[in-house]
T-cell receptor, first 114, second 114 residues
Framework: KNQVEQSPQSLIILEGKNCTLQCNYTVSPFSNLRWYKQDTGRGPVSLTIMTFSENTKSNGRYTATLDADTKQSSLHITASQLSDSASYICVVSAQTGGSYIPTFGRGTSLIVHP | KAGVTQTPRYLIKTRGQQVTLSCSPISGHRSVSWYQQTPGQGLQFLFEYFSETQRNKGNFPGRFSGRQFSNSRSEMNVSTLELGDSALYLC?????????????FGPGTRLTVT
């Protein structure tokens, strides 16, 4: 069964500090891995999309890494801001023929304090 | 460019009733995917439509169904509602599907079943 595990479940940091969120997966056959940011009461917003051959992808202060051998990904946030307070969701898609089936992690709830 | 819109935003229904939710994708996007988000299960994939055809399906009972029209607008229907169907229902659109193309989520429809 395809699974995506995220850690930590929740995280509290001070504004300006860096943090790293983890995502471990057992999804096969692997197609791509995405990180989303979801603010309370809103739909998720895409941060990065990574395929098998990509190790690192950046989007402003967000940097995602992917180790396809160990099936692990991380999302690093630098110089955190109050607006970074949100849930961060890792999604891994399996590809079978032309079909892509996503499996979602439960998310990491990040709170940034001033 | 207008984003993904979902109607209604909030809905209260009684057990046993049925409900229809609507999603209008970004102009030019041909793929629409539906997701259920609950505190207990997180985000789960329902199904994806592309060019009026269901292309992928998640692990949900047949009470959950959908369709897509020629203008790419999509509807999702849930029949014989159960209390456990209370959730945030999100739709997302993309150019061609859930592969490596960017997905854009709508704000969601909050369904409460009493």
């Amino acid at each position: 069964k395809n699974q995506v595990e995220q850690s930590p479940q929740s995280l509290i940091i001070l504004e300006g500090k860096n943090c790293t969120l983890q995502c471990n997966y057992t999804v096969s056959p692997f197609s791509n891995l995405r990180w989303y940011k979801q603010d309370t009461g809103r739909g998720p917003v895409s941060l990065t999309i990574m395929t098998f051959s990509e190790n690192t992808k950046s989007n402003g202060r967000y940097t995602a890494t992917l180790d396809a051998d160990t099936k692990q990904s991380s999302l690093h946030i630098t110089a955190s801001q109050l607006s970074d307070s949100a849930s961060y969701i890792c999604v891994v898609s399996a590809q079978t023929g032309g079909s892509y089936i996503p499996t979602f992690g439960r998310g990491t709830s990040l709170i940034v304090h001033p | 460019k207008a984003g993904v819109t979902q109607t209604p935003r909030y809905l209260i229904k009684t057990r046993g009733q049925q409900v229809t939710l609507s999603c209008s994708p970004i102009s030019g996007h041909r793929s629409v995917s539906w997701y259920q988000q609950t505190p207990g299960q997180g985000l789960q994939f329902l199904f994806e439509y592309f060019s009026e055809t269901q292309r992928n399906k998640g692990n949900f009972p047949g009470r959950f169904s959908g369709r897509q029209f020629s203008n790419s607008r999509s509807e999702m229907n849930v029949s014989t509602l159960e209390l456990g169907d209370s959730a945030l229902y999100l739709c997302a659109s993309s150019l061609s599907g859930t592969g490596t193309h960017e997905q854009y989520f709508g704000p969601g429809t909050r369904l409460t079943v009493t």
